[in-house]
């Protein structure tokens, strides 16, 4: 069974700071990573996405990806109450190419405190 | 923008009744997909479809059917439905991009099954 696994927190982060959420996946043919915000009653919304090693930046922003080690993390910088949410960390089922849908963590709980 | 429709955002339905879930994307994709969301179990695909008249069994298929008969169109069906399928129905389609497949989501469909 292909698995994601996230620590459901909550984790609480003082406004203004670095909110730091982390992903460990087990397949390693997972080739492209995702990360999706969840306000609660919504449906997720996708904020970014990686597929090579290393940093990518949008806006506030950084995913953090780390395939030998089997990680994905999310950086939030300058956090705001705005981000309180839940965060899905998401990996591509490898069969199919990534066309057969995606594996999702059971989320983080990520509140920031004014 | 992505535009993924459903049909109903909340729905109640009673036991043995056949259910159709409906789901509409507007940005001419190929995948679609639908997940069901549960409190301590996350997002799990249930069906997913490449193309017209195609559909694949996800995770947990049973108890539930697909129909695509037009591209932009992806419906779920609870042939008889149980308690055990109340749940947050998420319809989703997705877009190659240069990180993989990016699914996006439409607004869900609370279903109780009473």
């Known amino acids: 069974q292909k698995e994601v696994e996230q620590n459901s927190g909550p984790l609480s982060v003082p406004e203004g700071a670095i909110a730091s959420l982390n992903c460990t996946y087990s397949?390693?043919?997972?080739?492209?990573f995702f990360w999706y915000r969840q306000y609660s009653g919504k449906s997720p919304e996708l904020i970014m996405s990686i597929y090579s090693n290393g940093d990518k930046e949008d806006g506030r922003f950084t995913a953090q990806l780390n395939k030998a080690s089997q990680y994905v993390s999310l950086l939030i910088r300058d956090s705001q109450p705005s981000d309180s949410a839940t965060y899905l960390c998401a990996v591509n089922r490898p069969s199919g190419g990534g066309a057969d849908g995606l594996t999702f963590g059971k989320g983080t709980h990520l509140i920031i405190q004014p | 923008d992505v535009k993924v429709t459903q049909s109903s955002r909340y729905l109640v339905k009673r036991t043995g009744e056949k259910v159709f879930l409906e789901c509409v994307q507007d940005?001419?994709?190929?995948?679609m997909f639908w997940y069901r969301q549960d409190p301590g179990l996350g997002l799990r695909l249930i069906y997913f479809s490449y193309d017209v008249k195609m559909k694949e069994k996800g995770d947990i298929p049973e108890g539930y059917s697909v129909s695509r008969e037009k591209k932009e169109r992806f419906s779920l069906i609870l042939e008889s439905a149980s308690t055990n399928q109340t749940s947050m129905y998420l319809c989703?389609?997705?877009?190659?991009?240069?990180?993989?497949?990016?699914?996006?989501f439409g607004p869900g469909t609370r279903l109780t099954v009473t």
């Open positions: 940005m001419d994709h190929e995948n």
């Open positions: 397949d390693r043919g997972s080739q492209s």
């Open positions: 989703a389609s997705s877009l190659l991009t240069g990180t993989g497949y990016e699914q996006y």
